[in-house]
């Protein structure tokens, strides 16, 4: 995330002590700036309003409020008061900030967070244990999405990998073979995925070593084999993917260990 990025960065309890900090911070530096209150016609709103912020009106105990919000916004930070909402509302209010930015397709979320990482029963620390488990469990949701296009991949599901692509991705297929060029179009990237399982005799094979996801990128290292007209293929492939606000790969990239065995595997 850098300044001059599209979007603003959403930044909650803004007319609190660290919410006003972060505030005041950022639009030193040359962000714009959307600052969530409760109070939004109040003196403390007004004179983020005169410094340069958009204030906005929500409630971190309003999921909706939240959604609309962060619309729009690059980023997102959350900070909640466990001593003014209660410890209990503090997870609710952490848990919603993170789902509403998942939900609007906010790029980068930070966390106000404390402790020392483990249960330790002191209610402040131990509460945020909880709100950042859940939003792991979101990035981990996207990993799970990747591993599902595999999956559908590997049983020839078309429907299940037309699923997983927006309508308008893009496919690159590197290299200087009959296949290589760009797949613009979900049914074009399913017709590339059809060449390829037909040139192969269905023996292609994808591999998962590593995978890894966040709001808006997948990697996945895969091991690919595949014999045609009696050639072995047998390496391992870096996979990038752009993906979209619901999880749905936007564009792809694949880099080879070795591209000139992939070239010659297909000419």
């Known amino acids: 995330m850098a300044v001059g990025s599209a979007g603003a960065v959403a930044v909650c309890g803004a007319t609190g002590r660290q919410g006003g900090a972060v505030v005041r911070h950022l639009l030193t530096g040359g962000w714009q700036v959307r600052a969530l209150t409760r109070s939004p016609d109040g003196a403390l709103a007004r004179t983020l309003a005169d410094a340069g912020a958009e204030v906005v009106g929500a409630e971190m105990g309003d999921a909706e409020s939240l959604r609309r919000a962060f619309d729009g916004a690059q980023g997102v930070y959350s900070v ?12 609710v209010q952490g848990k919603n900030v993170a789902s509403a930015a998942y939900t609007a397709g906010v790029r980068h979320l930070v966390y106000a967070s404390a402790g020392v990482g483990r249960p330790t029963g002191v209610g402040s620390w131990d509460t945020k244990l909880a709100v950042g488990g859940m939003e792991r469990a979101m990035v981990n949701e996207r990993v799970q999405r990747l591993e599902a296009w595999l999956a559908a991949y590997g049983n020839d599901d078309r429907e299940a990998m037309a699923g997983s692509l927006a309508e308008d991705a893009v496919w690159h297929v590197g290299g200087t073979h009959r296949l290589s060029g760009d797949y613009r179009g979900r049914d074009a990237i399913l017709g590339y995925f059809d060449s390829v399982r037909t ?24 091991r690919v084999t595949a014999e045609r007209q009696g050639r072995n293929l047998d390496v391992v492939v870096a996979d990038a993917f752009l993906l979209d606000g619901d999880g749905r790969i936007l564009e792809f990239w694949a880099h080879a260990n070795d591209q000139q065995a992939v070239d010659a595997f297909w000419d």
């Open 199 to 222: 040139e192969t005799g269905d023996t292609m094979r994808l591999e998962p070593l590593e995978m890894l996801a966040n709001e808006q990128h997948g990697a996945a290292f895969l």
């Open 80 to 91: 909640q008061n466990p001593y003014t909402s209660g410890f209990d509302q503090e997870v």
